[in-house]
């Protein structure tokens, strides 16, 4: 499970396990990812490995996680952040509203927004058995280092 920051690159860490052969689900609520581990579990969708791009929002969605990964032989969670600044800039790329912002234009709103969602996910953070700081990472780093990482808690990805 790939699951981290908005803005901290989930989507190409995501691309990138697909590219590589891995049935990869993008943006699933925390609170699907259980019972979408028992269908895959019980042979639906027919895959060897699967990645779910998990959109994680508070305790709540630690929960969710941990009966993920008690769902799954071998799993892991993959927590991906980055600096505010490093956010920032990703946001003004590309134009979009970060989740939290509550719509309010401009940095201070957007630093804002980061700042909450950095404090609702460190529990999250501190239950992952990767955590990655994509900060200074372009998106062709972020997959070399993907391919080269290896999970604290299980072999599923060892060879991305």
Not at 46 to 56: I, N, P, S
Not at 92 to 117: C, F, K, M, W, Y
Request: glycine share 8%; hydrophobic share 45%; net charge neutral.
């Amino acid at each position: 499970m790939v699951t981290g920051m908005s803005g901290a690159g989930r989507s190409v860490a995501a691309a990138h396990l697909e590219d590589l052969g891995w049935l990869t689900i993008s943006k699933v609520p925390a609170g699907l990812a259980p019972p979408l581990i028992d269908q895959i579990a019980a042979g639906e969708p027919a895959a060897g490995r699967v990645a779910l791009d998990v959109t994680v929002a508070g305790p709540a969605s630690l929960a969710a996680l941990d009966g993920a990964r008690a769902r799954a032989a071998r799993s892991c969670v993959i927590f991906l952040e980055a600096a505010t600044g490093a956010v920032v800039r990703r946001y003004n790329t590309t134009h979009r509203s970060h989740p939290l912002s509550g719509g309010g234009d401009g940095d201070q709103h957007l630093v804002a927004a980061i700042q909450r969602e950095r404090a609702l996910l460190e529990p999250v953070k501190a239950a992952a058995d990767m955590v990655l700081d994509t900060s200074q990472l372009s998106p062709q780093d972020m997959r070399q280092l993907l391919a080269v990482r290896t999970c604290n808690r299980c072999d599923a990805h060892r060879q991305l």
